[in-house]
């Protein structure tokens, strides 16, 4: 039960979680705005070992996700099929059917280059959209949207969020609005 609840769950390192990455992306972030949402989107430092590490945990939470699916699924499990030609039984076999060494290191370390830190959001919601249960309901819809959009947007980017007031914030148009002011303001900022 909580692996199905966990694989729909924004993940911590999708998040911005420190007051200094809410302030620089405010202070020096890129500001976009549109009928639904404002953001202001602030390019992440590549070199930074917090990023890395929240960017690695990331991957290793989507890697255990496909893992837990594949376990579910009998028929996506290597270790269930058949041996390929000229693999044993169990091993794991590369291109052309021979048997993976042993001490083989993954394509990430073997020189493939770096995959680009994942985008992250945080979400300000003020008084002046309501009470706290209206502003809860608001951030929700705002992460799922940004949860089901994140293929789609650019890597690399912290993004602090704020609903425009008198406004009703639908899933719909928030992933909308999320996805077009993101290409934007990537735009802008590569430009």
Not at 5 to 27: I, K, Y
Not at 67 to 94: H, I, L, V
């Amino acid at each position: 039960m909580t692996a199905a609840r966990d694989r729909l769950r924004l993940p911590a390192a999708a998040r911005l979680r420190s007051d200094a990455d809410f302030r620089r992306a405010l202070d020096e972030g890129l500001r976009v705005s549109d009928a639904v949402l404002t953001l202001w989107v602030v390019q992440r430092a590549a070199g930074d070992a917090a990023l890395r590490d929240g960017d690695a945990a990331l991957r290793d939470a989507d890697a255990a996700l496909r893992d837990t699916a594949r376990a579910r699924d009998p028929s996506s499990n290597p270790q269930r099929r058949d041996p390929p030609a000229g693999g044993a039984a169990g091993a794991p076999a590369e291109a052309g059917g021979a048997p993976a060494e042993a001490g083989a290191a993954p394509a990430e370390a073997a020189g493939a280059p770096a995959a680009p830190p994942c985008t992250r959001i945080g979400i300000r919601t003020g008084r002046r959209l309501g009470n706290s249960p209206q502003r809860s309901r608001v951030r929700r819809v705002i992460r799922e949207a940004f949860r089901l959009s994140r293929p789609e947007l650019p890597k690399g980017l912290d993004v602090v969020c704020a609903p425009r007031a008198r406004t009703v914030v639908t899933l719909a148009a928030c992933r909308a609005a999320l996805e077009s002011l993101l290409a934007r303001a990537a735009r802008r900022l590569t430009s």
